[in-house]
Every structure is written in structure tokens, then in C-alpha cells.
């Protein structure tokens, strides 16, 4: 390694400390005392950019955890819905002799209607859920 003769001009009390440097770690030369320092300096300085990172990127997981977390309870009623729609199209299917439909709304026809099939695919759906529920419960408990 080549070394660059240069002249610079420190306070006293650099000087000192320069010369403990030396002094504590049985250097020859106040040069390589000023090269540890510097070399020190150097390798903290890079370990705060590491800390730094490493703080932005929690803070950024944070922020996406709770977005992530809303799309997730958003996706589970949509599931939710979608699975009754699978009960209550199944049941349609088996018994095909239904002729009329009416909603549960209301909306096309003067009154609103919850038929029993609509209520026995929500309360499967409901079972089935809170069955899924406990299972996941159980294995994170593991």
C-alpha cells in the first residue's frame, strides 16, 4: 500500500489523543494512530447507514402491514359472500323446480324475502369459518 506523505495541522489536544492511540495500542507511528482513527470512524459511521436502513424498513413494513391487514379483512367477507353464493346456487341446482326468484333486498320486487335455503347457506358458511377459525388458532398455538 502506498502512503501519501502530507502535512497537516491539528489542535493540541488532537495531538494528545493522538499520541494515546499510539501509546495504547503499541503503534510505531502517529500516522497509524491517525489511520485507526479514521478507520474506526469509517466503519461506524457505515454500521449507522446499516441502523438507519434497518429502521426505515420497519417503519415502512409497518405502514404496509396495516394496509395489507384491511385488504385481508376485506377479502375474508368477500370469501364469505362468495361461499354462500356456491351454497345457495348448489342448492338451486339440486332442486331445480324453483321458478321465481326474489330478492332479499327488496329491490325488484314490493317485498324482501330471506328463504330458508338463503339461511341454512349462511349459517353453513358461518360453521365452516369458525371451524377454519379454531384449526388456524390450534396451529399457531403449536
Do not use: W
Amino acid at each position: 500500500m502506498n502512503k501519501l506523505r502530507k502535512g497537516y495541522c491539528v489542535s493540541k489536544e488532537t495531538h494528545e489523543y493522538l499520541m494515546k492511540i499510539k501509546k495504547e495500542n503499541n503503534l510505531s507511528s502517529v500516522s497509524l494512530a491517525l489511520e485507526m482513527v479514521v478507520s474506526e470512524h469509517e466503519k461506524r459511521s457505515r454500521i449507522k447507514t446499516e441502523d438507519t436502513a434497518k429502521l426505515m424498513a420497519k417503519e415502512i413494513g409497518k405502514v404496509l402491514k396495516d394496509d395489507v391487514d384491511k385488504f385481508k379483512v376485506s377479502s375474508r367477507e368477500t370469501d364469505k359472500n362468495v361461499q354462500i353464493l356456491i351454497e345457495m346456487f348448489n342448492g338451486y341446482l339440486v332442486k331445480s323446480g324453483i321458478s321465481d326468484i326474489v330478492t332479499t333486498t327488496g329491490l325488484t320486487t314490493e317485498f324482501a324475502i330471506e328463504s330458508p335455503a338463503l339461511k341454512i347457506a349462511k349459517e353453513e358458511v358461518k360453521k365452516r369459518l369458525h371451524r377454519n377459525k379454531i384449526m388456524k388458532e390450534n396451529k399457531i398455538n403449536e
